[in-house]
């Protein structure tokens, strides 16, 4: 089982840079040799390099979950690892034709096999759209049933719609690629970005999927000084809501577990303020509820000043470095929400490990998606960066391959 927080070094992909260089000017000195005849060396040369990429990849997921897996990094390794399988995987197909062929290949083959890529991992990644979308479907009407018609309860039908809409038009406009070189070229040119783009975000959305998933099945270790328990609101009268009173059992159940496992009992920190339409802070209602559980006083930290999950992080911090600045933390909450507090956390330099609560089946999606909302919204910077560079990386291909 993998632990989290054992490695003190984050996984760089200076490997994966350098052996692009290396792959591209091998191929580039087969080109201008002659050895492209066939384009079989060149095939043999791009299997390789993607079958390393894939490994590099796969070990820096793992890697990154030893190091940090509250991490954009743990999204990206997972999403573009599965992306650069898809390519290996159509890149196989492409050799066995050159190898069955009497004639070969001709080298702008691989060209035109490495512009279709995003497209081909939409096509491939179809029937997971679809089982995805019609999960989304089926809980956001569940949720609507429960909880009323609101905007945030159809975010997974809006999500829906975008990806099979998405799916459609690539379809739809395939239908429209004749005429001459010129318009072949353009519409090849916004098949490839249009591709490229949705392909960023479903890798995303991939890597999300994942990363939640791991993280919510790894419980912290059981030797923790400290757990901070997530405000979410409470009841007009000043009791837990169901949601809370969730991740405080969860909090109390690890305490239990820990305390039989090894004797050390947890200090409780209690994160969350009071709202405008509270009648006691967030904090304070937890720490009723934890003592007629049977949690001593003194054994409770309230923090009750802070309004959403980076400020339950940062403040909690304050309060644990004033009593143990060395104490091991973790932090409870539900379980579609364990990943960007697990980000909040690591962004105040808190090596906190989070514990979900359950929460009911048709609620998860609807919230794990608007989780995935939230974090689009963040590290607006780096999404540019990756999504500019496949941008480019797309435009080159598509001249390469349609040059006159």
């Not at 159809?154 to 829906?160: D, Y």
């Not at 990363?211 to 007009?236: E, M, N, Q």
Request: charged content about 15%; proline content about 4%; some cysteine.
């Amino acid at each position: 089982m993998i632990q989290f927080d054992t490695r003190d070094k984050k996984p760089k992909l200076y490997n994966i840079a350098a052996l692009s260089v290396i792959t591209a000017a091998v191929i580039a000195a087969l080109v201008l040799t002659g050895a492209d005849k066939h384009a079989l060396p060149m095939s043999v040369v791009l299997g390789v390099y993607l079958i390393a990429v894939f490994v590099m990849l796969i070990a820096a997921f793992f890697k990154q979950l030893q190091y940090n897996p509250y991490s954009y990094n743990t999204i990206y390794y997972a999403g573009f690892a599965l992306f650069v399988l898809s390519v290996l995987i159509m890149h196989v197909i492409l050799v066995v034709r050159q190898i069955c062929s009497p004639y070969g290949l001709p080298p702008e083959q691989i060209v035109f096999s490495l512009l279709d890529s995003a497209r081909n991992f939409m096509i491939l990644s179809t029937p997971f759209v679809l089982l995805f979308s019609a999960a989304l479907c089926v809980s956001n009407i569940s949720l609507i049933r429960h909880e009323g018609r609101r905007l945030v309860n159809v975010l997974g039908i809006i999500l829906s719609i975008i990806l099979l809409g998405g799916i459609a038009v690539l379809y739809l406009f395939d239908r429209f690629a004749s005429g001459s070189l010129d318009e072949i070229r353009v519409h090849a040119l916004i098949t490839s970005l249009y591709s490229g783009v949705f392909l960023y975000f479903e890798c995303m959305l991939i890597g999300v999927i994942i990363a939640f998933a791991v993280v919510v099945r790894h419980p912290p270790a059981p030797d923790r000084d400290f757990v901070i328990v997530l405000g979410c609101g409470i009841r007009s009268d000043g009791t837990p809501t169901p949601l809370l009173r969730g991740r405080l059992d969860r909090a109390l159940a690890f305490d239990r577990m820990q305390r039989e496992t090894t004797g050390r009992a947890l200090t409780f920190v209690t994160s969350g303020g009071q709202g405008p339409d509270e009648v006691i802070s967030e904090s304070a209602a937890m720490k009723r509820y934890l003592i007629e559980q049977g949690v001593s006083e003194d054994r409770i930290i309230e923090e009750d000043r802070s309004t959403d999950t980076a400020e339950n992080m940062a403040f909690s911090k304050e309060k644990i470095a004033a009593v143990d600045p060395n104490g091991a933390v973790a932090f409870s909450t539900t379980n579609y929400h364990v990943f960007r507090s697990g980000l909040c956390a690591r962004r105040v330099k808190m090596r906190a490990v989070g514990m979900g609560a359950p929460t009911k089946w048709y609620f998860w999606p609807n919230a794990a998606v608007r989780e995935f909302v939230g974090l689009l919204t963040e590290h607006r910077g780096k999404q540019a960066v990756i999504l500019g560079s496949m941008i480019a990386i797309y435009t080159i291909l598509t001249l390469i391959a349609y040059r006159s």
